[in-house]
């Protein structure tokens, strides 16, 4: 973190004039104000406690819990050995750790409500959380907010994290009262988990990204002594078929039936009927399946209902608010995590709806908040992650999107049903997927076999391997798949142009050969 170590130390200078020029000790004046108290926010508050230790942060949340983190919730939550885990909303980390799903650092963030806020005269040095109230007003010129209770509150700076607010098919209306839900808060989880405790249910989960992926996944792990069926749903041909190349997303598929999904690949709910106490949905091919429950995963919008009211511009293509590389909309307004359209010196303009991006974002534009001259660049690369069953986890850096060109290399070399599965139009696996044990690199020659021949007994082909995403002959986007603890390799290779002739010295510190 060369780059990020010379801004720190600019950093400091800076935070001798931190001091935002506005008001201070006035009633209802707060020189931070935090819009969504989740991820971002969070650390957007750290950062500034940092940079200017006796700053007054004002966090306001709409739901009814401190900032925590999502990720656990559609994973560990459901591989909890024990109830009480679940409960007190822990979960053992992939190191075994228990930890807690909200989020912890070093600041102390005392809880307010809105009684409170209205007797306090000055803001004073610390950080305060509004939970259960909305904010539904901002307005950049005056520098003031409205809470839902129609409370007026002046900033320095603001904030805006509000994150994003899942999609949801019209096709869906007709199953019932509370029959289809989406999933994104801790109440969900907590709904969901109570549903599936009770045994015998079968559950449809509608979509196959992330999201929908994993949940089928730890659903259906959970639920398996207690007689739950899971059916996942999707148009794609393969889980995660949006962002792996096909031959991928397809052994993917096989993984997660392992796990006891039935997978609807290539299939779209035509309609929903509520039959009894149950759902029906009918599919497009005329197929019908039985329901308690729907879950919709059908990806997120960008929750910009504050910002569009503001007239702070949106991205109409990505969705989102458009933010420049420092993360500022507009004067004293910035924006982080998943509603911020944010140009990406590297990749350009992108909105990235991950856990690391919200954190990272979080605390650029923390750091630029707490100082009237710092101006730094988010530049540093995030990564994001997934597991899916015993046999999936990966991380990954940049753009991860099929309809990119790939490359793949493995350790193993494919049998010729995968190597060859992977022979999409589009794909250049192919051409580089081969790469022997002895690091000596093979190109795969077979004739191209349907993917369906993809076997699940070929466990070992897809143990560990670098996917490579090409836009305008450079490298995007790195997958590195159950290869942990390479990103930092992998940002080095990011925007560099792909070369064959060299594919093998670039590889070399993903250890791909190594074992
Ligand atoms: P959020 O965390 O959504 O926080 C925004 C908050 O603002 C919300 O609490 C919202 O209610 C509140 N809010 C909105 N509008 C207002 C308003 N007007 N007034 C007051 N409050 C408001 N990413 C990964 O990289 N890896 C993972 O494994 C992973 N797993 C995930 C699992 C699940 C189940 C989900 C839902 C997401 C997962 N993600 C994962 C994505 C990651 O959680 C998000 O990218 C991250 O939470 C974004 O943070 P954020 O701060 O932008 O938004
Ligand atoms: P997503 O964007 O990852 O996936 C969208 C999916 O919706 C597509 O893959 C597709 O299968 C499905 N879809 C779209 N139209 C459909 C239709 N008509 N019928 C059936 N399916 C349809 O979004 P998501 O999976 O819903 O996840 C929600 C959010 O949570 C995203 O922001 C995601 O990045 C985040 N998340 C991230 C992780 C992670 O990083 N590991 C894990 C869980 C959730
Ligand atoms: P976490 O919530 O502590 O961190 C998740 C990621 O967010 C981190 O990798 C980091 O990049 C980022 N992050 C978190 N807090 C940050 C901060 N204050 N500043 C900057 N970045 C921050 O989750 P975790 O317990 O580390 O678990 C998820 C991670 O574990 C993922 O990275 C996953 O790939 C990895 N994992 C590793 C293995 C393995 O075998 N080595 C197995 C499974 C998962």
Same mark, same amino acid.
């Given at each position: 973190e060369e780059e990020d170590t010379a801004e720190a130390e600019k950093d400091t200078a800076a935070t001798e004039t931190a001091a935002v020029s506005v008001p201070k000790?006035?009633?209802?004046?707060?020189p931070y104000i935090l819009i969504g108290a989740g991820t971002a926010s969070f650390a957007a508050m750290e950062a500034i406690r940092e940079k200017d230790p006796s700053a007054a942060i004002l966090i306001i949340g709409?739901?009814?819990?401190e900032p925590y983190m999502? /990720?656990? =919730?559609?994973?560990?939550m459901w591989f909890n050995k024990s109830e009480e885990t679940t409960e007190k909303l822990s979960f053992k980390d992939w190191q075994g750790k228990e930890r807690n799903i909200v989020l912890q650092g070093k600041e102390k963030i005392e809880s307010l409500d809105q009684e409170t806020l209205e007797k306090i005269e000055s803001a004073e040095s610390g950080v305060k959380l509004l939970t259960g109230?909305?904010?539904?007003d901002l307005n950049v010129a005056e520098q003031t907010i409205t809470l839902n209770s129609g409370k007026v509150l002046k900033y320095g700076k603001v904030l805006l994290a509000t994150g994003g607010v899942p999609k949801t098919l /019209?096709? =869906?209306?007709?199953?019932?009262?509370?029959?289809v839900t989406t999933f994104r808060s801790v109440e969900d989880f907590k709904k969901l988990h109570a549903l599936v405790k009770s045994a015998d249910k079968r559950i449809v989960i509608v979509g196959g990204g992330f999201l929908g992926s994993e949940l089928a996944v730890a659903i259906s792990h959970y639920g398996k002594d207690k007689n739950v069926k899971v059916t996942q749903v999707f148009p794609?041909?393969?889980?995660?078929g949006l962002v792996f190349p096909r031959y991928l997303s397809k052994w993917t598929t096989s993984q997660v039936e392992q796990e006891g999904v039935v997978v609807k690949a290539n299939s779209r709910v035509a309609s929903t009927k509520a039959v009894g106490d149950q759902v029906e949905l009918t599919l497009e091919n005329g197929e019908k399946v039985v329901a308690d429950h729907v879950v919709v995963a059908v990806g997120i919008e960008a929750n910009v209902d504050l910002a569009k009211k503001a007239g702070l511009e949106l991205?109409?293509?990505?969705g989102g608010v458009v933010v420049n590389a420092e993360l500022?909309?507009?004067?004293?307004v910035y924006c982080a995590g998943d509603m911020t359209s944010f140009h990406?010196?590297?990749?350009g303009r992108r909105r990235v709806e991950h856990y690391d991006n919200a954190i990272l974002g979080g605390r650029v534009a923390g750091q630029n908040m707490a100082s009237d001259t710092l101006h730094k660049t988010y530049k540093h690369q995030s990564m994001f992650w997934s597991d899916l069953g015993p046999h999936i986890g990966y991380e990954a850096v940049g753009i991860l999107d099929s309809k990119l060109s790939t490359v793949s290399i493995w350790t193993k070399k494919p049998t010729a049903a995968s190597a060859d599965s992977s022979?999409?139009?589009?794909?250049?696996?192919?051409?580089?997927s081969a790469v022997e044990k002895e690091g000596k690199r093979e190109r795969a020659t077979a004739t191209p076999l349907p993917a369906?021949?993809?076997?699940?007994?070929?466990?070992?082909?897809?143990n560990k391997g670098l996917v490579l995403y090409l836009k305008d002959k450079k490298i995007v986007g790195l997958l590195m798949w159950?290869?942990?603890?390479?990103v930092d390799d992998a940002r080095k290779i990011l925007g560099q142009v792909y070369d064959t002739e060299k594919v093998e010295a670039l590889v070399k510190p993903f250890g791909i050969h190594e074992e």
């Open positions: 000790h006035e009633k209802d004046f707060y709409n739901e009814n819990i999502r /990720p656990p =919730l559609s994973k560990e109230v909305t904010v539904s /019209p096709v =869906l209306a007709g199953a019932g009262e509370g029959k794609e041909d393969g889980n995660m991205d109409e293509i990505r500022l909309a507009r004067r004293n990406d010196v590297a990749l022979a999409d139009k589009k794909d250049e696996s192919a051409t580089e369906e021949a993809v076997k699940v007994e070929d466990k070992e082909k897809y159950n290869n942990f603890g390479k």
